[in-house]
C-alpha cells in the first residue's frame, strides 16, 4: 500500500479490521502498544511507529501522526492480496466515523 491517511478517531477500529485479514485478533495489548509506539511519531519528520501482525499471514504497519491534526498516516507491508482490502477499509475510514456495537 501506498502511504495513506486515517482520521485518528478511526485507528482502532480501522487497526482492528486491517488485522482481522491476516487472521490477527487485535486486543487491547495491542492497544496498549499502539497508544505507547505512537507517541513520539511525526510524519515530517518521518518518525513512524512499526507494528507488525504475525500470524496465517504477515502485515507489517508504519504508522505517524501528523502533527497539528487529526490525521494518522499509514503504510502497510503485506501480500498483494491484502492490498486491495487494506486500502478500502482505508477509504471508509476517511470517509466515514467507525464505531464499534
Excluded at 15 to 37: K, N, P, Q, T, W
Aim: overall charge negative; some cysteine.
Amino acid at each position: 500500500m501506498k502511504q495513506d491517511w486515517i482520521f485518528e478517531e478511526n485507528r482502532f477500529s480501522w487497526l482492528e479490521i486491517v488485522a482481522s485479514f491476516c487472521g490477527y485478533a487485535f486486543e487491547a495489548g495491542d492497544r496498549d502498544a499502539f497508544e505507547v509506539g505512537i507517541q513520539n511519531t511525526n510524519h515530517e519528520q518521518e518518525r513512524w511507529f512499526d507494528y507488525e501482525f504475525s500470524s496465517f499471514s504477515s502485515l507489517k504497519l508504519q504508522l505517524a501522526r501528523d502533527l497539528g491534526s487529526s490525521v494518522i498516516f499509514a503504510k502497510a507491508h503485506c501480500s498483494p492480496d491484502l492490498q486491495p482490502k487494506i486500502a478500502t477499509t482505508t477509504q471508509i475510514a476517511q470517509e466515514y466515523r467507525l464505531t464499534r456495537r
